[in-house]
C-alpha cells in the first residue's frame, strides 16, 4: 500500500536547525513535496523537488532526497519561532494522486 | 492576487443534518480539489475537478457527499446526511493545472463539527 511516514513532534531551541524526516513507499513518486500549516490556515507548499534530484536548497530551507532509501528531509535552517507549525511530507504516486503523511509538529524552545 | 476563498469558516451540526460549503479558486485556476483533513492526519482528496468536469472522485463517499463546480468557475461540497466520523476540516484548493507535480494552493478550510 501506499503510505507516508513522519514522526508527530519535533521540539528545537530558536536559533537552533530543525531536521524533518519522512518517508514514503511509492518508488514511481516524482515529486515529493513539504507544505506547513499555521494553526486555522490551510497548507502553504513551501518547497517541492523532483525525484531525479538529490538536493535543493531555497534560503533557509534544504531538501535532501534519499531515493534508494524513499527518504525524504527537510531542514530548516536558524529556526524562528514563526517557523512553528506543522510540516507535512506529501508524495505523487503511480495514479498522480497526492498523498499527505499525518504532519510533524514543530514546537519552538526560546 | 487573492487567494482561494472558502466560506463558512465554522459549522456546527447535528447528525443526519445536511450541511454545504463554498469555495471560490484563485482565478484562471482551471483545476480545483476538495480534501478532507481529520484531526491529527493529512488531507485526503476527496474530488478534483479540471474546469467543470470531474477528474478524480474515487475517494467520495458518493452515498452521502456530493459536489459541482457549474461553470468551471466556483464550488460546492454537500454533506447529507452528516454522520459523527464526517467532522473534519474541509480544505478547498487550486492550481492552474491538474498535471503533477502543479503547485496546489490551499484556502483555509471550514471546520464542521457535528454533534
Known amino acids: 500500500g501506499e503510505d507516508v511516514e513522519q514522526s508527530l513532534f519535533l521540539s528545537v531551541r530558536e536559533g537552533d536547525s530543525s531536521v524533518i524526516n519522512c518517508t514514503y513507499t511509492?518508488?514511481?513518486?516524482?515529486?515529493l513535496y513539504w507544505y506547513k500549516q499555521e494553526p486555522g490556515a490551510g497548507l502553504q507548499l513551501l518547497t517541492y523537488?523532483?525525484?531525479?534530484?538529490d538536493m535543493k536548497q531555497d534560503q533557509r530551507l534544504t531538501v535532501l532526497l534519499n531515493k534508494k532509501d524513499k527518504h525524504l528531509s527537510l531542514r530548516i535552517a536558524d529556526t524562528q519561532t514563526g517557523d512553528s507549525a506543522i510540516y507535512f511530507c506529501?508524495?505523487?504516486?503511480?495514479?498522480?494522486?497526492?498523498?499527505f503523511g499525518k504532519g510533524t509538529r514543530l514546537h519552538i524552545l526560546p | 492576487e487573492a487567494g482561494v476563498a472558502q466560506s463558512p469558516r465554522y459549522k456546527i451540526i447535528e447528525k443526519r443534518q445536511s450541511v454545504a460549503f463554498w469555495c471560490n479558486p484563485i482565478?484562471?485556476?482551471?483545476?480545483l480539489y476538495w480534501y478532507q483533513q481529520i484531526l491529527g492526519q493529512g488531507p485526503k482528496l476527496l474530488i478534483q475537478?479540471?474546469?467543470?468536469?470531474?477528474?478524480?472522485d474515487s475517494q467520495l463517499p458518493k452515498d452521502r457527499f456530493s459536489a459541482e463546480r457549474l461553470k468551471g468557475v466556483d464550488s460546492t461540497l454537500k454533506i447529507q446526511p452528516a454522520k459523527l466520523e464526517d467532522s473534519a476540516v474541509y480544505l478547498c484548493?487550486?492550481?492552474?493545472?491538474?498535471?503533477?507535480?502543479?503547485?496546489?494552493?490551499f484556502g483555509p478550510g471550514t471546520r464542521l463539527t457535528v454533534t
Open positions: 484548493a487550486s492550481s492552474t493545472t491538474g498535471l503533477a507535480g502543479g503547485p496546489q494552493y
Open positions: 511509492d518508488s514511481s513518486s516524482t515529486y
Open positions: 523537488i523532483f525525484s531525479n534530484m
Open positions: 506529501a508524495e505523487i504516486n503511480r495514479d498522480d494522486k497526492i498523498i
Open positions: 482565478s484562471g485556476h482551471a483545476t
Open positions: 475537478f479540471q474546469n467543470n468536469g470531474v477528474v478524480d
